[in-house]
């Protein structure tokens, strides 16, 4: 059986740069400590889900200044690997991962780190789905998805895509039908972007008490 990469894309949670639309009600520094945890926490869960190797993919390059000395850096368990996100928009940029592991003959499940609820299990379910489909997909409730999973390639998936629209979810559904691709489906998670969405944060975590 193939082994599975999981690739995590992630912005360098520098304050300013991330989580922008929390930055009204948290403030820049307060915003960019919760893109660190949620990163640390992501890289947690996708290494203890043990299905192949991790790969965090970052813009800017992990040789920038925006890495160097970030707390973030120190806070990723060494045995995940580096890697930078190609120039493009979101769909040139899941492309170039999903081509990378396919010709590694790899599975490959691109997640985000926008989803504290996204869990070791769910990763798991969703790299086991792929033995019998086509992609595994996880989505949000805003109309996206936090995981896909894929075995090939399939070029409609990420081109001329109305990304960060409450379509996405739907329009990659029915592209895969279109294809004749047989597709795992997970339940519906929480991604982290609005003042709202802080609900959806682990019990523990203190920025939840900020809605």
């Known amino acids: 059986m193939n082994p599975t990469r999981i690739v995590i894309m992630a912005k360098a949670p520098v304050p300013g740069f991330c989580k922008t639309r929390l ?4 403030g820049a520094d307060k915003a960019a400590h919760l893109a660190r945890k949620m990163l640390s926490h992501t890289c947690r869960e996708a290494l203890h889900a043990d299905v192949g190797p ?3 993919c970052v813009t800017p390059p992990p040789n920038s200044e925006s890495w160097k000395n970030n707390p973030a ?3 990723v368990p060494q045995s995940v690997q580096w890697s930078a996100q190609c120039e493009g928009d979101l769909g040139q940029r ?3 991962i999903c081509q990378r592991a396919i010709q590694q003959k790899e599975h490959c499940l691109m997640i985000g780190t926008d989803c504290p609820e996204l869990r070791a299990s769910h990763l798991q379910q969703a790299s086991a789905a792929l033995v019998h ?3 595994s997909l996880i989505p949000v409730d805003d109309g996206g ?3 896909l999973g894929v075995k090939r390639f399939l070029p409609s998936l990420f081109a001329n895509m109305a990304w960060s629209t409450a379509d996405v979810y739907a329009l990659t559904v029915e592209r895969m039908q279109a294809a004749h691709w047989r597709v795992w489906e997970g339940d519906i998670l929480h991604d982290i972007d609005r ?3 802080l609900r959806w944060l682990p019990q523990n975590w203190p920025e939840r008490e900020l809605i």
């Open 195 to 197: 003042a709202q969405d």
């Open 145 to 147: 998805y936090i995981l």
């Open 54 to 56: 991790v790969e965090l």
């Open 73 to 75: 850096s120190e806070a």
């Open 23 to 26: 930055i009204p009600y948290l």
């Open 94 to 96: 899941l492309a170039d």
């Open 133 to 135: 489909h086509d992609a």
